[in-house]
């Protein structure tokens, strides 16, 4: 049995678990070298995992303006042309790109940005709407988000959009948000069993808001992943807010972490990936894992966590015994996708 969610309090339901298109994306580069993508892709493997994910029932799919320069977008519209309906899409704005130079431009906050960024949009997915439209900015003073709620609510109204949220970590920026306007349905925030965020858990509970989880996999910490990222990755040369690696490898920190759950986890014949997302399945009603996929194989892994369901409750119970029994964990990632 596949396992459905609602989208706040739109009435939109959606599979329990999405697919994130940020790695889909491929490339993104700040204008110091710092690599902001996945590394390089191969957009027909990337469609076919699209088409995977649609077959296994996933119907929510994540991606932003700035994931590749636009380049998640236009692969995620050329994989969902004939099926769009079939389809929940979510995409971000704030964050500047350069499609021709794979270059981050910096960040734009503004309310006339905000329409011109979807209009782009628009057009590299292939779509007159999008379902949920995202601010993309984590640190952004409540004072300027609520600038744009106005401007948010009339895209409602247009028809372009069917509601929207803010990508934050911080659960008093969520709060002021969604107490703003009638159309805010979700809050996209880093969650998983390694970063767990329940004041924003108890936003989403007073506003009736879905939690779309980014990071539900510790950005690959939570497949078992070894190998050595190469330099054209995000993680290869992680950024300070990425804790997970360091120098293109987990953290002996962080793994020993994910050593300690891993029996837990799997107790029941699930993979490593597979009890991480069955873990967030079980935290709240409200959750919506949105793992990254680049390969069929991946898509096959991570989307039966959409048949097996929530992590039994003992299996559940015994994680946070021994998350509670741990050392305090090594300061949380801050995220800023």
């Not at 949009?121 to 439209?133: A, I, K």
């Not at 990508?167 to 306007?181: H, V």
């Not at 950024?239 to 986890?265: H, M, Y």
Request: aromatic share 6%; net charge negative.
């Amino acid at each position: 049995m596949t396992t459905t969610r609602t989208l706040g309090h739109s009435g939109i339901e959606v599979s329990a678990i999405g697919m994130g298109c940020w790695a889909i994306g491929g490339p993104l580069w700040g204008d110091d070298g710092q690599p902001y993508g996945w590394g390089e892709v191969d957009d027909d493997e990337s469609v076919a995992t699209i088409h995977q994910a649609l077959d296994l029932g996933v119907t929510l799919f994540d991606t932003a303006s700035n994931y590749g320069a636009g380049h998640s977008e236009r692969v995620l519209g050329r994989a969902l042309a004939g099926r769009r309906d079939r389809a929940v899409i979510v995409t971000k704005f704030g964050n500047r790109s350069d499609e021709a130079t794979r270059l981050a431009l910096g960040v734009d906050a503004g309310p006339a940005y905000a329409v011109a960024s979807l209009e782009e949009s628009l057009r590299r997915l292939g779509t007159d709407h999008v379902d949920l439209y995202l601010l993309h900015l984590n640190d952004l003073p409540a004072s300027a988000a609520l600038d744009l709620v106005d401007t948010l609510e009339g895209l409602v109204t247009q028809g372009k959009i069917r509601g929207y949220g803010w990508s934050t970590d911080n659960p008093d920026s969520a709060r002021a948000f969604a107490g703003a306007g009638p159309n805010c349905i979700a809050v996209e925030h880093d969650e998983s069993v390694l970063s767990d965020n329940p004041e924003m858990l108890a936003v989403c509970d007073a506003f009736d808001l879905a939690s779309l989880n980014r990071g539900p996999l510790a950005m690959g910490l939570l497949t078992g992943a070894t190998r050595t990222l190469g330099a054209d990755d995000v993680r290869g040369r992680a950024p300070e807010w990425l804790v997970w690696f360091r120098d293109g490898r987990p953290t002996p920190e962080w793994s020993a972490r994910v050593a300690a759950i891993r029996t837990a986890l799997t107790a029941d014949g699930r993979t490593l990936a597979q009890g991480a997302l069955g873990w967030l399945l079980a935290r709240s009603p409200r959750t919506l894992p949105i793992p990254g996929c680049r390969t069929v194989a991946q898509a096959r892994e991570n989307f039966a966590a959409l048949t097996l369901g929530p992590l039994p409750a003992d299996a559940f119970a015994e994680v946070e015994r021994l998350l509670a029994d741990l050392r305090p964990a090594p300061a949380g990632n801050a995220g800023t996708r």
